[in-house]
């Protein structure tokens, strides 16, 4: 069994280990523990476990060890090597839940309340967007939606409104991927009292680590790179104030019931063990996607923050390990090229969602942002044209080979 004082120094070591704790039967891996209930050798002992005086399971909405683990690798992976002001080990908490939209409902319902407002980017995954912008202000709650990449605008925003009480970022942001400076704008943040919460889904903790930054919350979809098999929908909700997200948010994630469930948990746990070598693979081969795309013929725009090209790749170079797997580019020819580049797809997958070891490629526009206003849309640079892909970790020239015949310039037998 590892031991749990060991000094991991590398990531892939915390991906594998992190969280683990020795099963009473000595099972290898933290079982699948499918109970909905827990029971008490006393009701003295329910009574302690329902006050707080005695740890220990309840009932599965509230917590399951399979759960834990998930739990607390998360945690692992997103402390990793920060230190808090102290210079002690950085120390916070995960609420897994059923969905990365369940997490961000924990989020904003925990944190607002009726007359706050949130401040967010424009380019954010199409259900964020809809949450902020048609959920929320059924709630009294209103979305301020502005470009975060011009920090004196959002300077300007957060200085004029003491309404604004979260600035939520999405950074690398759906399905543009555009980039916003998460330490500049945490400053500008703290300096107002404003709470911060970062949906680090496209980057992972490998990739970028918001509480560097001194960010109060990470969202994670962890149906996406964290699982990286496309096995299970999945969401966190990390904090870095234990003490209240251990408390008050907690209690708000239990009341909502947007929980896990073990076998969801079960597959996110062993998925993330191999997170650091499928992140280099996925950007690697995304980096020869991106190159090959911006040189072609038939495409007018590549979205890739890995390309100079990019107007926020400076950003991405400052805070990124690497500037990750997704990309989107646009067809010169609008809708019916795109939809044909889709179909023509032999190897590559035409599906919705991201991070699986499958490279999946979809159109924002009348998929995932099918709900969002098309005058909107095309604000946000989310045009018809525009096709969003996932970079896999298949062998590059496969990739390539499809790409290549789905523009039709050639045919494989
Ligand atoms: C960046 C981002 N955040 C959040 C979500 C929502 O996650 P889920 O589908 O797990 O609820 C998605 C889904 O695509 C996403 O892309």
């Not at 990793?80 to 961000?104: C, Q, R």
């Not at 555009?178 to 992972?204: G, H, P, W, Y």
């Not at 999945?234 to 408390?247: P, Q, R």
């Amino acid at each position: 069994m590892p031991d749990k004082k060991f000094p991991f120094t590398g990531f892939s070591s915390v991906a594998i280990h992190g969280g683990h704790r020795d099963d009473p039967n000595y099972s290898h891996l933290t079982p699948i523990y499918a109970s909905s209930t827990y029971v008490f050798d006393t009701a003295e002992q329910g009574m302690r476990r329902f006050s707080g005086e005695e740890e220990g399971y309840i009932y599965s909405r509230w917590g399951n060890p399979t759960i834990t683990e998930a739990e607390e690798r998360i945690s692992a992976l997103e402390s990793f090597g920060i230190k808090d002001e102290n210079g002690s080990p950085l120390n916070v908490k995960t609420i897994l839940h059923s969905s990365g939209m369940a997490a961000i409902s924990t989020l904003m319902i925990g944190t607002l309340k009726t007359g706050d407002k949130v401040l967010t980017h424009y380019s954010l995954y199409g259900g964020t967007q809809e949450i902020t912008e048609k959920v929320l202000p059924g709630l009294g709650i209103e979305a301020i939606i502005i470009d975060l990449r011009d920090l004196d605008k959002a300077a300007a925003a957060m200085k004029s409104d003491s309404k604004i009480k979260m600035l939520y970022l999405e950074t690398p942001a759906n399905p543009t991927i555009q980039c916003v400076d998460i330490e500049q704008l945490t400053l500008l943040a703290k300096r107002n009292n404003i709470v911060v919460a970062v949906d680090n889904s496209f980057a992972t903790p490998y990739l970028q680590q918001p509480f560097q930054y001194g960010v109060d919350y990470i969202v994670h979809s962890t149906t996406k790179f964290l699982n990286g098999h496309g096995t299970a929908i999945g969401g966190a909700l990390v904090g870095k104030d234990v003490e209240h997200i251990s408390g008050h948010m907690t209690k708000v994630h239990r009341l909502l019931g947007g929980n896990s469930n073990p076998f969801d948990a079960f597959l996110l746990t062993q998925g993330m063990k191999t997170l650091e070598v499928r992140m280099d693979r996925h950007c690697s081969n995304a980096m020869e996607v991106a190159a090959f795309l911006e040189q072609h013929a038939s495409v007018s725009k590549v979205n890739y923050l890995g390309l100079t090209s990019h107007p926020d790749h400076a950003t991405a170079t400052k805070q990124m390990r690497h500037p990750g797997a997704m990309l989107s580019f646009e067809m010169k020819d609008g809708l019916d090229a795109a939809k044909q580049f889709i179909d023509n797809l032999r190897m590559c997958i035409r599906a919705v969602s991201l991070g699986t070891c499958d490279t999946l490629l979809s159109h924002p526009a009348s998929m995932t942002h099918y709900g969002v206003p098309k005058e909107k849309r095309e604000e946000y640079g989310i045009t018809d044209g525009l096709i969003r892909m996932s970079v896999g970790i298949e062998n590059i020239a496969d990739i390539l080979t499809d790409l290549q015949q789905a523009f039709g310039f050639w045919k494989i037998n």
